[in-house]
């Protein structure tokens, strides 16, 4: 069973506690000085992405780490327990500064594999498991969900660190990281080139999102759905006007896994988009 995990920022698991040395909070590891602390490294950021393959039946993985920075090689060998919370505000203000519409996943949905996480002597960090059946999502809507550190004992939970959000989904087989080429054809500016990653996300069981040609980060994007005959419908989503896909037919190719696009967008001056989606 394959899984998807995506944060934007690695953190080095190695030598945990010599690195928590170099924290503000904790000066001296060998004396004992300063606080014990907990933290969820998914906090770095806003939201993260999980989701399994849509495949029927229960599927579990990897979904929430805990990891903890003491401030002696003495504390690591004590147990702490940490306890979290399913915390919906963390979706509800989510949702307010993006203007998405995201869902808490319902609970009757999914099975964590412990919620009061007890880290043994010697453990510097832990994982919290999460199990569903991806089928049962429901493909219409955009599920998250949201963990909280509720408490930790006698360790402080550390600053900006102790809550994490999770957008859940169910992939389809297009769902993935590819290599764009092509061109972006300006009516003005004239032609540039596309060479560039794209993460392709799935929308529902045979639609997938993506960026239009190298405009992503302007907020233009699109839907490709994937037809019966392998053929594709480019639609626009995000800030994307309108998508004219009538130069040639637009396809997916299941032999080398790409998507073969030609379209446009802007109907009185049209920016031209000819690419090819490979999976990396």
């Not at 924290?23 to 060998?30: C, F, L, R, S, Y």
């Not at 907990?38 to 929430?64: C, H, I, M, Q, Y």
Request: hydrophobic share 40%; net charge positive.
């Amino acid at each position: 069973m394959k899984r998807y995990i995506k944060s934007m920022k690695a953190l080095v698991l190695g030598l945990v506690v010599l690195a928590t040395a170099c924290v503000p909070e904790g000066k001296d590891m060998i004396d004992g000085i300063g606080s014990n602390f907990v933290r969820l490294p998914a906090a770095n950021e806003e939201l993260s992405l999980l989701g399994v393959d849509l495949v029927a039946g229960d599927k579990t993985t990897e979904f929430l780490e805990i990891i903890r920075d003491v401030n002696s090689s003495s504390e690591l060998n004590n147990a702490v327990s940490v306890s979290l919370k399913v915390d919906d505000a963390l979706i509800t203000a989510y949702n307010k500064a993006h203007a998405t519409t995201f869902e808490a996943l319902p609970t009757s949905l999914y099975k964590l594999s412990e919620v009061d996480v007890k880290m043994a002597a010697g453990d510097f960090s832990k994982n919290v498991a999460i199990t569903f059946d991806p089928t049962k999502l429901d493909a219409k809507k955009s599920y998250a969900l949201g963990i909280s550190v509720a408490s930790a004992g006698n360790y402080k939970i550390r600053n900006g660190l102790g809550s994490a959000l999770f957008q859940i989904i169910a992939k389809n087989k297009w769902h993935g990281k590819y290599k764009a080429l092509g061109v972006f054809t300006h009516p003005t500016a004239g032609p540039r080139d596309i060479d560039r990653l794209k993460d392709v996300v799935t929308l529902t069981p045979n639609s997938v999102s993506t960026e239009l040609g190298d405009l992503g980060g302007a907020g233009y994007t699109m839907t490709l759905t994937v037809n019966a005959d392998n053929s594709v419908t480019v639609t626009p989503t995000g800030a994307t006007p309108n998508i004219n896909q009538s130069y040639s037919k637009n396809y997916y190719d299941p032999a080398t896994k790409s998507f073969y696009l030609h379209y446009s967008y802007n109907v009185a001056a049209p920016r031209i988009v000819k690419e090819v989606l490979t999976l990396k």
